[in-house]
């Protein structure tokens, strides 16, 4: 499959409206919060968004009931890696994969961290070269922190 890989942050509509209603209302209100601190990167093949995901170097809206544990990762010199979807009819083609590669690339020797809520994600990011690092327990959900320490 031929697609392109590029950053949309001034598009940021493009790449919110594929994702899930939880996700936009997760992000969407607080975006004009994080524009100038946060890039998107995106997927397209044949004019139309696939896929894509955030990258924080910020506390993120999502990571706010355990700020002081997402802070001490960008302290240490990490990127935030969130809200990374690919639409359901373009999985299992390593799409996912592949956006983690050129992110990776396109951020040269910098390090990344990330929160998964389903525990069966672990085995995908660790084939990416991320290792579990932490369960954190939330007010209503666990989740579970994943980290790659080089490219």
Do not use: C
Not at 8 to 36: H, M, Q, R
């Amino acid at each position: 499959m031929k697609y392109r890989f590029f950053e949309s942050t001034a598009l940021p509509e493009k790449f919110f409206e594929i994702l899930p209603d939880d996700w936009k209302e997760a992000i969407v209100p607080y975006w004009p919060e994080y524009k100038n601190t946060t890039r998107i990167f995106v997927l397209e093949t044949k004019g139309k968004i696939i896929g894509g995901g955030l990258v924080f170097s910020v506390v993120s809206p999502d990571t706010v009931f355990y700020k002081q544990e997402a802070q001490s990762w960008f302290d240490k010199g990490y990127l935030y890696l969130a809200y990374i979807w690919i639409d359901p009819q373009f999985r299992g083609k390593g799409l996912g994969s592949e956006w983690l590669k050129q992110t990776h690339t396109f951020y040269n020797g910098r390090k990344f961290w990330l929160a998964i809520e389903d525990y069966k994600l672990v085995k995908f990011y660790s084939l990416n070269g991320y290792s579990l690092v932490k369960e954190i327990q939330g007010e209503d959900s666990l989740e579970w922190i994943m980290a790659k320490h080089s490219n």
